[in-house]
């Protein structure tokens, strides 16, 4: 027989996802006829804007002639992607970051999965509770995480993110090599100020550690102070690598498109001691390992960059933080202590006293007829807390946030 790889072993089910459906499904075949509303869904739910559509459709046009037909494109993605990325992202907001410094993929998920592969198998990693699972659960296949007791596991450094320190992770206080920190976060809503960022900025030039940032909800953030980019902090080029996608900015959660930034400056040491430029080995992994995102997407993509394009998703995204302000509300005229969904399309509460996330789940949906995402679901520091996201249309979370607002806790 052929061997199982260990690691996969260690990860834990994913009964998250699988036990709401469950639920929800009972609750429904139970009431026929009562309306359930989810406010659990990290998928969006407006389409794609006109000016993207036209870009997707002209390249199909493209695509079907044979003078501008394109086979494989270069993995890093096209030039014309790279500089309107960098344009539009970085140079445009006075940050320094190149187009050959950009690498355009399918998805950050793939980025901040793969990512990993690039560091020797004993680096310690360091990651927020709670967290987006596919930090934690690539760690564990990659074999980097020990073994799992008590809800944790022994290789790995948690950095705790509660009420108690306002969500914002702390500095380790032991050597880590690697750190992922997600801003604005899923699930929590929180965004580092560029305070915070500068002390973990700061810990990684010392350190000699790599901070793995990201940033996938950038075009949330509505206050001044919140960076957009972790390259707004001095010094981050030498330790930051940067991952953003269009899933959310640009609703291409179906259509598939992200990009990561490995700045030239960033390295890392070989056995020898010699320094191993990051984004040389990333380039590397990519030709070995991807073909590149369709042309079509690409130029889809690049859509989102142009005068009509950013007017139109720009609207898209105020929709959903109008959304978000909705429920904040709800939740205010409850009593219950809300946090996130001003910088993020996320708001994490926390539950009352008495009821952990699952109970809280149960109340809400038979309650309020509304479902969300118990926060132990992303980590043990998300017991006694739960997520609602802002992702589902104007009309379905005003109606939810109506039900909400008249539920009663003691
Ligand atoms: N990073 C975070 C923090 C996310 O919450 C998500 C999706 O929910 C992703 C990355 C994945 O983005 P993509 O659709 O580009 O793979």
């Known amino acids: 027989m052929t061997a199982v790889n260990p690691h996969y072993l260690k990860l834990q089910g994913s009964y998250l996802f699988s ?11 139970a009431h026929p006829t009562q309306e359930v509303i989810s406010l659990g869904i990290g998928d969006v739910s407006q389409p794609l804007v006109p000016a993207v559509v036209e870009a997707l459709q002209h390249a199909c046009r493209e695509m079907g002639h044979p ?32 187009a050959d410094e950009i690498f355009v993929s399918d ?6 999965a793969n990512f ?15 967290v987006y699972p596919v930090y934690l659960d690539t760690n564990v296949m990659a074999g980097r995480s020990g073994t799992y007791q008590n809800g944790r596991y022994g290789g790995l450094v948690y950095l705790p993110c509660t009420h108690e320190n306002h969500f914002v992770p702390q500095l380790p206080t032991t050597h880590v090599d690697v750190i992922y920190l997600c801003s604005p976060n899923n699930p929590t809503g929180t965004a580092l100020t560029k305070n915070d960022l500068q002390q973990w900025v700061n810990y990684a030039r010392e350190h000699h550690s790599i901070i793995l940032f990201d ?9 001044a102070d919140i960076p957009h980019s972790i390259y707004e902090i001095p010094g981050a080029r030498q330790v930051a690598v940067e991952f953003r996608s269009f899933s959310k900015t640009a609703g291409f959660t179906g259509t598939r498109c992200a990009y990561c930034v490995v700045p030239q400056e960033v390295s890392v040491t070989a056995p020898d001691g010699h320094l191993v430029s990051l984004r040389q080995l990333w380039l590397r992994r990519q030709t070995t390992k991807f073909n590149g995102v369709p042309y079509i997407v690409q130029r889809g993509a690049e859509a989102v960059y142009s ?14 933080q109008q959304n978000a302000r909705v429920i904040l509300e709800a939740l205010r005229q409850t009593g219950l202590q809300a ?49 609602l996201t802002a992702f589902n249309t104007p009309q379905k979370t005003q109606t939810a946030a109506e039900r909400i607002a008249g539920l009663a806790f003691e």
């Open 339 to 387: 946090y996130g969904g001003q910088n993020a399309p996320y708001i994490w509460l926390k539950t009352p006293r008495g009821l952990d996330s699952w109970s809280f789940f149960d109340k809400l949906l038979t309650e309020a007829r509304v479902v969300g995402t118990p926060g132990v679901g992303f980590g043990a520091c998300g017991e006694g807390y739960f997520r």
């Open 215 to 223: 940033s996938a909800y950038e075009a949330y953030i509505t206050q």
């Open 116 to 130: 990993q592969e690039l560091f020797a198998q004993d680096v310690r990693i360091a990651l927020q509770d709670p």
């Open 107 to 112: 998805g950050a998920k793939s980025d901040v």
């Open 19 to 29: 036990t709401i459906a469950q639920k929800v499904a009972a609750y429904k075949a």
């Open 67 to 98: 003078e501008t037909f394109r086979g494989y494109g270069p993995e890093q993605g096209y030039a014309f992607l790279r500089q309107a990325i960098a344009q539009g992202d970085y140079i445009s907001r006075g940050i320094t970051v190149s």
């Open 307 to 320: 005068p009509q394009g950013r007017t139109q998703i720009q609207e898209v995204i105020r929709g959903y």
